[in-house]
């Protein structure tokens, strides 16, 4: 596969996550990244950027936003990492649809669909010609690649995706962790289980820890016990443990857990998890919509 040039609209948590994946990948034989261009919203967040990958400052260029078009323009692939809410500015900024013709779009945008995707890319009018094969790919990683542990779930037409972009797609992620393509019709659920589902557990893993402190346990302690054993029950379950078989083997009669599981159920903890991972579905059904 030929070197390539990304450019990285948007360098906050995740945008700053994926450019250190492609700067300093665990697989370099797959795909070559020989510069990257990343855009930014001020000068102190160029600072930041800059410095962060200073390392990497021959292959690395940060740019302004407002320099959005030049970094489309000198790209092969174009990432989105910017707000869903600027989604319209910036694919509709003068000279950027034109930029993005014939280019791989990937897009990190919360609530984007590829249907929507392809009309920002092309504007209300309708496609023709090569446009009918447009290369958009929705995605969305959690914060866990920032320690390259992340879940990054990716969608597009699989018709209409050539294999060389499916492989720099699937390789870009992979280097914040593991990649994997679903359909997109159970995307928005899938996405809301990556990207909210640990923020319920460090809710619960919270309250944990409030218990443990009010029972005479120094915090760092405490954290260090109740994550630790977390992920460790947790790497049972895609070993082939059900959560609920794995519940009934650790709650023995009469015993401590059978207690705090019992005491879960009257506050009715399950189904408040199980509504609110629906909520949010729903609420990313709602912004793809929009």
Same mark, same amino acid.
């Given at each position: 596969?030929?070197?390539?040039?990304?450019?990285?609209?948007?360098?906050?948590?995740?945008?700053?996550?994926?450019?250190?994946?492609i700067l300093s990948p665990a697989d370099k034989a797959t795909v070559?990244?020989?510069?990257?261009?990343?855009?930014?919203?001020?000068?102190?967040?160029?600072?930041?950027?800059?410095?962060?990958?200073?390392?990497?400052?021959?292959?690395?260029?940060?740019?302004?936003?407002?320099?959005?078009?030049?970094?489309?323009?000198?790209?092969?692939?174009?990432?989105?990492?910017?707000?869903?809410?600027?989604?319209?500015?910036?694919?509709?900024?003068?000279?950027?649809?034109?930029?993005?013709?014939?280019?791989?779009?990937?897009?990190?945008?919360?609530?984007?669909?590829?249907?929507?995707?392809?009309?920002?890319?092309?504007?209300?009018? /309708?496609?023709?010609?090569?446009?009918? +094969? %447009?290369?958009?790919?929705?995605?969305?990683?959690?914060? =866990? &690649?920032?320690? *390259?542990?992340?879940?990054?779930?990716?969608?597009?037409?699989?018709?209409?995706?050539?294999?060389?972009?499916?492989?720099?797609?699937?390789?870009?992620?992979?280097?914040?962790?593991?990649?994997?393509?679903?359909?997109?019709?159970?995307?928005?659920?899938?996405?809301?289980?990556?990207?909210?589902?640990?923020?319920?557990?460090?809710?619960?893993?919270?309250?944990?820890?409030?218990?443990?402190?009010?029972?005479?346990?120094?915090?760092?302690e405490a954290t260090k016990m109740?994550?630790?054993?977390?992920?460790?029950?947790?790497?049972?379950?895609?070993?082939?443990?059900?959560?609920?078989?794995?519940?009934?083997?650790?709650?023995? /009669?009469?015993?401590?857990?059978?207690? +705090? %599981?019992?005491?879960?159920?009257?506050?009715?903890?399950? =189904? &408040?998890?199980? *509504?609110?991972?629906?909520?949010?579905?729903?609420?990313?059904?709602?912004?793809?919509?929009?």
């Amino acid at each position: 596969m030929a070197p390539i040039t990304v450019a990285l609209l948007g360098c906050g948590n995740l945008g700053s996550a994926l450019a250190g994946g492609i700067l300093s990948p665990a697989d370099k034989a797959t795909v070559a990244v020989t510069r990257l261009i990343t855009t930014v919203g001020t000068e102190d967040s160029k600072r930041r950027v800059e410095e962060q990958f200073d390392k990497h400052s021959s292959r690395l260029t940060v740019l302004l936003q407002q320099e959005n078009l030049r970094a489309i323009q000198e790209a092969d692939v174009v990432v989105f990492a910017v707000k869903p809410a600027k989604r319209e500015e910036v694919f509709g900024a003068p000279g950027a649809r034109e930029a993005l013709r014939g280019k791989l779009i990937i897009s990190i945008m919360a609530g984007t669909s590829t249907k929507e995707l392809s009309r920002l890319a092309l504007g209300d009018q /309708p496609p023709t010609g090569d446009q009918l +094969a %447009l290369q958009v790919v929705r995605a969305m990683p959690n914060m =866990a &690649a920032k320690i *390259r542990e992340a879940v990054t779930l990716f969608t597009a037409d699989l018709n209409t995706l050539t294999k060389e972009n499916y492989e720099i797609t699937s390789w870009l992620f992979n280097q914040v962790g593991e990649g994997q393509c679903i359909p997109e019709a159970t995307f928005d659920i899938s996405a809301v289980l990556v990207g909210c589902a640990g923020s319920l557990l460090l809710l619960a893993v919270d309250g944990l820890l409030d218990a443990a402190v009010a029972e005479g346990v120094r915090r760092p302690e405490a954290t260090k016990m109740a994550v630790n054993s977390a992920i460790g029950m947790m790497k049972l379950v895609p070993a082939g443990n059900h959560p609920s078989v794995l519940r009934e083997k650790i709650a023995s /009669p009469g015993g401590c857990s059978i207690r +705090a %599981l019992l005491e879960l159920e009257k506050q009715g903890v399950r =189904a &408040a998890f199980t *509504r609110a991972i629906l909520a949010a579905a729903d609420r990313s059904k709602q912004m793809s919509k929009s």
